[in-house]
């Protein structure tokens, strides 16, 4: 309660806050660990992102080792996996395991918490002129429930009987039932609970994203002057509050049925020899629950990223973002229709075709708010006056990303066309393409953009250029053959493709995969690289380095307990008056007062 | 020890990379440029490459989509499935062009805009009518192929049957599968997996009269013209009866019987007979010869498309579609249920 209501007093008191803090010394503990100034908070969320990030992305690397040359010794494999990969084939069960914790990783743990958690703390504070999150304290539990939960799931890597393995998704009855597959014992219990503490941690940071972008927007900042990051990060976490509560009620039916006897999604199994007690539940439910959030959540990862390039693209063409309005009502409308969508993941599993059918309608009409989106951000581009910054070229790979992948979402969202490749490669391919893809651009545009406003360094522009195009190029190349394994008739989580020889001619597609993914995953070595170079040794950036209108670059470089000493700045204007006719530069932040006879643009 | 000599040496690596860009740097500062800055030389080589990748872009998309054309799946061997083909085809048809088109104009946009410090960009914040165009054009183009894919779909799932189609059940478990033919009744008998006992693998009850004439094979065969409905069921975990030939997928879900109806068109005979089929199996037995490995003939299969334990990438069983006496031949060699007990 006090920290809310010291929250409260900052945000109205006027006098100086160029002291470090009200209430107590800085020291070590308070200052970069249990730190409640959401500008810590944000580089914690990004450098625990990162680290996740990149177990992540060197499991991807061992199984596409796996996948595009199996039976083949790989000492790296033996070493990694020991027991797990004898003579350094990898075994099937561990293959199941990396790919589970793969998606895992990268779904909740980079691209929900190291991105929204990242930009979300950093930015709304600074962008809407607050001195703070409502509730640090709410924050920093946030983080730290985060940071609990990571620890967790990278333990559960350690179990004797092996992680989790039942896929991202965790279908019961594979995931409730050790007898199926030995993940689904003490490594499903250790996903479980991590997964818990992670949407406690996200429930927190989301309420308190809302409560700071209704309450605290400084003087001027309407909701319609409003950058599009805040607009996206907001709907983020009201998406956030509405379907993560979901997940948590499938994942604790999913624990009573595991160790309390209940039937919620298990009946007449017969297993190991002999038949289970379950009766009457349904798996099916389970599905219909996961995917209530499952939905949303690929949102919950995309319209950060979009927010990001918004930002990212008007900036660096030196142009208004083309549409505000229709580009905060297609965020409303990817929001809303987010919730009644989630039956296209579901179309086989032998729901009501009639049900199909409304679900093939809802789909296809996300569609539309998104191609909007997309003609926006190319329209922005027209008769701009670029300037390619690592940021700019990563949003622009984001436009050229999601582009590909909605396309491809037309074929899965139709019902009809669903049967055939449900579940195949050519899934893999759109969502890595539409979610994967376009949120890591967008979160590396995030961090080539914000980089100077965390640590007031520039990053290293030359090998930023080196990481976008390796980047950039590796990851079409991995992704877009997927489409003709998919179309080849290709499962996903096959472990190898050679008990089929209908497949083998796809040997060599999959070694091309594989070998991008390589050269994807060194090009990151030269990103990590930078990253920590220039925290350290970066130059120092001016306080505005990309001249750009929004109000986190009018507060100061160095980085102050309250963001601006003295007074809050008050907005005046929209975040997206640059090359606007009649000013002497091409910029015109959001503080500078209309001029006389000047008019106010939306 | 190996692993301690990499980790050395990529400290090392690291350091080294370190000082040299230190010393760029230095260089450059000593000239009194700054190298972060983005130049009109920067947007100008940036811009260009955005034009390149964009060639080489679509010139990787035309080679793929000619050389890969061969791993596809032929034809469809069922009739619902060449409608499902059409509509493929025309929704692929459909979102290329939409590829063709946007991915041009953002990386046109992006070289042709690539700024000069002295330049001065537009100002366009928004117009009305633009995108009311292109919010309209998707939302016709997306309702054309919504009633066409539901149309499709409803045919599919909904098959106007002037013929009593012939049951069969599939029945999944880690990791294999079985058929159950209804025999002469055409009528399943009741099962569950609480009967399963000795050779009663599939809990049949032998209480139930409808049972006794079910015949449990592990092939799947088809007469070629007639209408099947599948009944699926599974034993342990979810499975997914994917059967990529005849466009059919279904899960098979413990506690629940799910379905679907198909009408194969195509006998295996005909079908390795195709020209698509010819190549395909051809290239596969270059490559299988070149490792040692057993010849190829082309069947139709049923794989597992959901992920049921560590064999799950193996679970297969051979589907044969024949003439109808060539069908009651191999049925006749099969064993009922009753005498099986
Ligand atoms: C580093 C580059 C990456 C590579 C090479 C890669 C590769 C793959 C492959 C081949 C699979 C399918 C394996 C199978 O089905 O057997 C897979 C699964 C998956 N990946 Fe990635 N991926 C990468 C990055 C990402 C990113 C950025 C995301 C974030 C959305 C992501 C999310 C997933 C998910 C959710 C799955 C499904 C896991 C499951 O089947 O349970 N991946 N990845
Ligand atoms: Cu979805
Ligand atoms: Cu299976």
């Known amino acids: ?602 | 020890m190996s692993a301690l000599l990499i980790i050395i040496v990529l400290v090392l690596a690291g350091v080294a990379i370190g000082q040299a860009v230190r010393i760029f740097e230095i260089s450059n500062a000593l000239k009194g440029k700054d190298e972060n800055e983005i130049t009109d030389d920067d947007n100008k080589r940036q811009g260009w490459y955005m034009l390149i990748f964009m060639f080489g872009m679509f010139i990787t998309f035309i080679w793929m989509s000619a050389s890969y054309w061969e791993v596809m799946l032929p034809k469809s061997a069922s009739v619902h499935g060449k409608e499902v083909d059409n509509l493929m085809a025309i929704s692929m048809i459909v979102i290329t062009a939409m590829f063709v088109v946007t991915q041009p104009l953002l990386f046109y946009f992006a070289f042709k805009y690539k700024g000069k410090k002295a330049n001065r960009a537009t100002f366009v914040s928004h117009n009305d009518k633009l995108e009311l165009i292109w919010t309209f054009i998707p939302a016709i183009v997306l309702a054309g192929l919504i009633l066409y894919g539901l149309s499709t779909w409803n045919s599919t799932m909904f098959r106007p049957e002037d013929e009593e189609p012939m049951i069969v059940e599939i029945y999944a478990k880690q990791f294999g599968w079985n058929a159950r033919y209804s025999g002469a009744d055409n009528q399943l008998g009741y099962a569950n997996v609480r009967n399963i006992a000795g050779v009663n693998v599939l809990g049949v009850d032998d209480t139930d009269g409808a049972s006794l004439d079910d015949i449990v094979t592990t092939e799947l065969h088809l007469p070629v013209g007639k209408p099947v409905l599948f009944r699926f069921r599974a034993q342990d975990v979810i499975h997914s009866a994917f059967m990529p030939h005849f466009r059919v997928q279904m899960n098979c879900v413990p506690g629940a019987v799910t379905q679907f109806a198909v009408t194969p068109d195509v006998t295996t005979v005909e079908m390795r007979k195709e020209q698509d089929v010819i190549a395909k199996t051809a290239t596969i037995n270059a490559i299988r010869k070149a490792k040692g490995e057993e010849l190829y003939e082309f069947d139709y299969v049923l794989l597992c498309n959901k992920i049921c334990g560590s064999a799950h990438y193996n679970m297969q069983m051979k589907i044969v579609v024949e003439s109808q006496e060539e069908f009651d031949n191999w049925m006749s060699s099969q064993k009922t249920f009753a005498e099986t007990l």
């Open chain 1, 1 to 602: 309660m006090s920290d809310i209501q010291s929250a409260e007093t900052m945000h109205t008191d006027t006098h100086d806050h160029s002291h470090d803090d009200h209430h107590h010394e800085a020291n070590f503990w308070n200052t970069y660990v249990f730190s409640q100034d959401h500008k810590m908070i944000a580089k914690q969320f990004l450098l625990t992102g990162i680290v996740m990030g990149t177990i992540g992305m060197m499991m991807s690397v061992l199984f596409r080792l796996q996948l595009a040359w199996p039976e083949q010794g790989f000492p790296i494999l033996e070493k990694l996996l020991g027991k797990w990969a004898p003579d350094g084939v990898m075994d099937s069960s561990i293959y199941l395991a990396l790919v589970t914790i793969h998606g895992t990783i990268m779904v909740f743990f980079v691209l929900t918490a190291g991105l929204s958690g990242t930009f979300s703390n950093l930015l709304i504070p600074l962008q809407i002129g607050a001195r703070d999150m409502a509730s640090g304290f709410m924050n920093m539990l946030s983080y730290w429930f985060f940071f609990v939960s990571s620890v967790i799931m990278v333990i559960s890597l350690f179990v004797t009987s092996g992680p989790a393995s039942a896929g991202w998704t965790v279908y019961p009855p594979l995931s409730a039932l050790p007898q199926a597959i030995p993940g689904s014992g003490a490594g499903m219990t250790l996903w479980l609970v991590s997964m818990t503490l992670f949407i406690v941690s996200s429930l927190l940071g989301a309420l308190n994203y809302i409560v700071t972008v209704l309450n605290l927007r400084t003087k001027g900042m309407s909701m319609t002057r409003l950058p599009l990051t805040i607009w996206a990060f907001f709907v983020t976490a009201i998406l956030g509050v509405l379907s993560f509560p979901v997940l948590l009620s499938a994942a604790l039916l999913l624990v009573f049925d595991r160790s309390m006897g209940t039937s919620f999604y298990l009946s007449d199994i017969f297993i190991g020899g002999e038949v289970l007690d379950h009766a009457g539940g349904s798996p099916v439910l389970f599905q219909h629950l996961f995917w209530f959030l499952g939905h949303p959540e690929v949102y919950i990862i995309l319209l950060p990223a979009l927010g990001i390039t918004s930002e990212v693209i008007a900036t660096n063409s030196r142009k208004p973002i083309f549409g505000y309005r229709a580009m905060v009502g297609s965020i409303l409308a990817i929001a809303f229709l987010s919730f009644i969508v989630w039956g296209h993941h579901m179309f086989v599993t032998g729901m009501n075709p009639f049900l199909g059918s409304v679900f093939t309608f809802t789909t296809l009409l996300i569609a539309i708010p998104s191609a909007v989106k997309a003609f926006n951000y190319i329209t922005t581009l027209w008769k701009g006056n670029i300037r390619f910054t690592p940021a700019m070229l990563f949003s622009i790979a984001l436009v050229s990303t999601f582009i590909t992948g909605g396309l491809t979402g037309i074929i899965l969202g139709d019902s009809a066309l669903d049967i055939n490749v449900h579940d195949t490669y050519f899934v893999v391919a759109h969502f890595h393409i539409v979610m994967g893809l376009s949120a890591i651009f967008g979160m590396f545009a995030g961090i080539y953009h914000w980089f100077p406003r965390m640590w007031g360094r520039r990053m290293n522009k030359t090998m930023g250029y080196f990481h976008f195009w390796l980047t950039f190029i590796s990851a079409y190349g991995v992704f877009f053959p997927m489409h003709f394994l998919g179309m080849a008739g290709l499962p996903r989580r096959y472990y190898t493709n050679t008990a089929f020889p209908m497949f083998d001619d796809l040997a060599d597609i999959n070694i091309l995969i594989s070998n991008f993914a390589i050269l994807g995953a060194i090009a990151q070595g030269i990103f990590f690289f930078n990253f920590f170079y220039s925290m350290f040794r970066g130059k120092r950036s001016a306080q505005n380095p990309w001249k750009s209108n929004t109000l986190e670059w009018t507060a100061p470089v160095e980085h102050i307990h309250g963001n601006w000493p003295g007074e809050l700045p008050t907005v005046h204007r929209w975040a997206y008056d640059y090359s606007k006719p009649g000013m002497d530069e091409d910029f015109v932040p959001q503080t500078i007062p209309l001029g006389p006879g000047e008019e106010e643009t939306h």
